[in-house]
């Protein structure tokens, strides 16, 4: 992999974290299309992966350092209970994460096929909630937390957007955009950590020397900052495009990138 490859990966993973078109999918496509494959990708997967992380961190620090201002106070208020419903979220995609990822990876791969067929759920999922008109609650509760932990635990399909399916699931269930939005990307960081740790455990338990080997120091650097700064426009802006209602322009893309995706693998 050359660092204009890397810088290509980085943003399509900072911009696609975010963006509800499932950056996995994304990844896979981009990869197939580099002829980039297994240690070489593992590694760089980790990498944009902690990436975006830092992204969200900055962009909504006010809203993690709240919370935990909240839990320095050891009582209940309204920064535990927000707390106590992330745990919550996270409990579906930890059991999938820890006991059925790689059963999911062995069954489904990331093969094109399936990441065009979970493009398209992707825009199913969208549409629905764009066109869907349900009451706005005014605060996420313990039961819709579990149901949009639910979601973003199905979404470790490939190609099936975590974003996309949380955000779609929370405005199904009638949640305020702008609350879901924040939630849904602060939710997600324990399981991007969570799965950068697996698949560090993975490399140790191969050889992790060659498969750092395998991609320049250069272009771990400018992927990762590829996807860092990306990921932080990506995430400010999908926060303003939630709120504005406007996801159906994105369902249209999934809808066309799979379909493409699929034409492209059956050719």
Same mark, same amino acid.
């Given at each position: 992999m050359d660092w204009i490859q890397a810088l290509l990966l980085g943003l399509v993973q900072g911009l696609t974290e975010y963006l509800p078109v499932s950056s996995s999918g994304h990844l896979a496509? %981009?990869?197939? &299309? *580099? %002829?980039? #494959?297994? #240690? #070489?990708n593992l590694a760089f997967t980790v990498i944009v992966h902690v990436a975006t992380v830092f992204s969200t961190l900055v962009i909504l620090w006010k809203e993690i350092s709240w919370i935990f201002k909240g839990l320095a106070q050891c009582r209940m208020n309204d920064e535990t209970r927000y707390f106590i419903n992330i745990v919550i979220s996270m409990i579906p +995609?930890?059991?999938v994460g820890v006991f059925f990822k790689d059963y999911v990876e062995e069954i489904f791969g990331s093969g094109l096929a399936i990441v065009g067929s979970m493009l398209l759920v992707?825009?199913?999922l969208l549409t629905f909630s764009y066109f869907a008109k349900p009451r706005q609650k005014a605060n996420i509760s313990m039961r819709d937390a579990f149901i949009i %932990? !639910?979601?973003?635990? +199905?979404?470790? &399909?490939p190609g099936l957007s975590r974003s996309g399916s949380t955000i779609a699931t929370g405005l &199904? !269930? %009638?949640?305020? /955009?702008? /609350? &879901?939005?924040? *939630?849904? *990307?602060i939710m997600v960081i324990p399981?991007?950590?969570? #799965?950068? !740790? !697996?698949?560090?455990? /993975?490399m140790l338990q191969g050889s992790a020397d060659s498969m750092l080997q395998s991609v320049a120091p250069l272009s771990l650097i400018v992927g990762f900052l590829a996807a860092f700064i990306s990921g932080c426009v990506a995430c400010k802006w999908m926060i303003s495009i939630v709120k504005r209602g406007k996801l159906i322009y994105f369902a249209i893309y999934c809808a066309l990138a799979g379909a493409a995706t699929l034409i492209f693998n059956f050719i």
């Open positions: 496509i %981009g990869s197939a &299309l *580099f %002829g980039i #494959e297994g #240690e #070489e +995609v930890g059991i992707t825009a199913l %932990g !639910l979601a973003q635990a +199905v979404a470790v &399909l &199904l !269930l %009638g949640n305020s /955009k702008e /609350k &879901l939005a924040q *939630f849904s *990307f399981p991007i950590l969570g #799965e950068a !740790l !697996l698949d560090v455990v /993975k």
